[in-house]
Structure formats: structure tokens, C-alpha cells
């Protein structure tokens, strides 16, 4: 259903940035792919193993394999389980998934000069922010790099994280898509209850109003494996419209 909803075509080399369900899209991403494609899962920051895989190669290259199914690559290992190290070589793959960002498990986060990392060959940047990152505090616990959140959005330490701080964070140019490459698409997740709905359509429309373009804008819950693809201009002031998930 994802790779349906993001038409990848073959050689698509994807990159995740943001906060809130990366690490989720990779997962279920490659899994909808390997079936019938070689898939490679490797990161220019850091990440957790995937649950399954095929193959796995740590610190030396995959030797030539024809064989259909999922391929992990990293340089290293950590003690926690972390994997790291971006692998160079694409050709040989159908699809690649990098995640390109890192946010501590947190549902929404500011970015560091450095960040995120995207390799040049990226073909489609999806940018994922978690819709339960609204009416939280801005502080440490709830906003990776919290200072940088701060200053991008220009609201203050313990204020409540309104949907018009997301749309900016989104929209900044040193924001969600900072670095981009390739097709640009929004992803925004744990969409659920019909409150997360109605709050995920006002970001939409302050999207709409600020003149924002993607080339895809996607709510939904990767946990419940349901999505809807949204045209900006389809949001015309009702919030209602799209319901909730049938």
C-alpha cells in the first residue's frame, strides 16, 4: 500500500528524515518490496536492525546475489543495537531505503546544522512528523534538539506545540526539508482519532496558505497500516470532510 501510494517506480532511492514513525515506514516499506525486488535498508546517521531481513552485511560490501528479498548494510554495530554507516553502492538494488535522520525516538524535533544527511543519489525525500507531537510541551523530553525547535518556530521553553509550529516546521527552510532531494513528500502519522484528523487538516491548509508545494501529501498510521493521500487543494475550510478511517 505505501509503495502504491508513493508510485516509487524501479531505482527509486529513498531518504527519511523527521520525527515520529521513520524508522516504522522503513520497516513496512521494505516489506511490502521484498517479495518480488531486491531491497537495501541502510542509513546515513543511525538506526535500529530492522525486525527480519535477508541478508546483512556489516563493514564489507554484499558479494553479487541475484536473489529477491531484504538487504541491511552498515559499517558498524553499536552496543545498543544501532546500526551505522551509509552503503556507497545502489546499482544492484530495485529499491534503497536510507534513513537520513535522527530524532531519539521523540515525535518531532528541531535540526542541527549538520542535519539531516542526504546522499546526492536520493530520488524522493519523504519527511514524516507524528500528529501526537501537537499540545505537547517544547521541552527536552518531548522535542529533539529542543533549542533548535525554539528558534525555528520562534515560540518559548514549556509553551504547548501548536499545529501552526508544526506547519513551520515544515515549511522553514531549515526546517523538515531542509537538504532535500528528488520528489518531496509529507507524511503525516499516528493519525487515528478524529481529533488527530481535524488537527492534521489544519496543517494541511496552513500548507495550502503559505503557498507550500509537495509532491505528495500523505496522512495516516503506519502502526494500523492505513493512509490517505490528500490534495492541498481539496482542503477548503471544513475539517470534517474526509471523516475518519472506514
Known amino acids: 500500500m505505501l509503495a502504491k501510494i508513493l508510485s516509487l517506480r524501479s531505482k527509486s532511492i529513498v531518504s527519511l528524515v523527521g520525527a515520529g514513525g521513520k524508522t516504522t515506514f522503513i520497516n513496512s516499506l521494505a516489506q511490502e ?3 518480488d525486488n531486491k531491497v537495501l535498508v541502510t542509513t546515513s546517521t543511525k538506526m535500529y536492525l530492522p525486525k527480519t531481513y535477508d541478508f546483512l552485511a556489516i563493514g564489507k560490501g554484499f558479494n553479487s ?20 554507516g551509509v552503503a556507497k553502492a545502489y546499482h544492484d538494488f530495485d529499491y534503497v531505503l536510507i534513513e537520513a535522520d535522527g530524532a531519539k525516538g521523540k515525535d518531532i524535533k528541531g535540526w542541527d546544522c549538520y542535519e539531516p544527511v542526504i546522499v546526492k543519489e536520493t530520488t524522493m525525500t519523504v519527511g ?3 500528529i501526537e507531537a501537537v499540545g505537547k510541551l ?3 523530553q518531548n522535542v529533539h534538539r529542543s533549542e533548535k525547535f525554539i528558534n525555528l518556530t520562534n515560540t518559548r521553553e514549556n509553551a504547548l506545540i501548536t499545529v501552526e509550529d508544526i506547519g513551520i516546521i515544515i515549511t522553514h ?24 484528523v481535524i488537527s492534521a487538516l ?25 493512509y490517505k493521500l490528500i490534495n492541498l487543494g481539496d482542503i477548503n475550510g471544513s475539517s470534517g470532510n474526509y471523516g475518519i478511517w472506514k
Open 33 to 35: 518490496l521484498k517479495c
Open 65 to 84: 546475489n541475484s536473489k529477491n528479498g531484504l538487504y541491511v548494510y552498515g559499517d558498524r554495530i553499536s552496543q545498543d543495537g544501532k546500526l551505522s
Open 128 to 130: 514524516i512528523i507524528s
Open 138 to 140: 517544547v521541552n527536552k
Open 173 to 196: 527552510p531549515e526546517g523538515l526539508f531542509k537538504k532535500a532531494q528528488g520528489e518531496k513528500v509529507l507524511f503525516i502519522n499516528k493519525v487515528e482519532a478524529n481529533t488527530q
Open 202 to 226: 489544519k496543517i494541511i491548509k496552513f500548507l495550502r496558505h503559505n503557498n507550500t508545494f509537495f509532491d505528495k501529501v500523505i496522512i495516516g498510521s503506519l502502526k494500523k497500516m492505513q
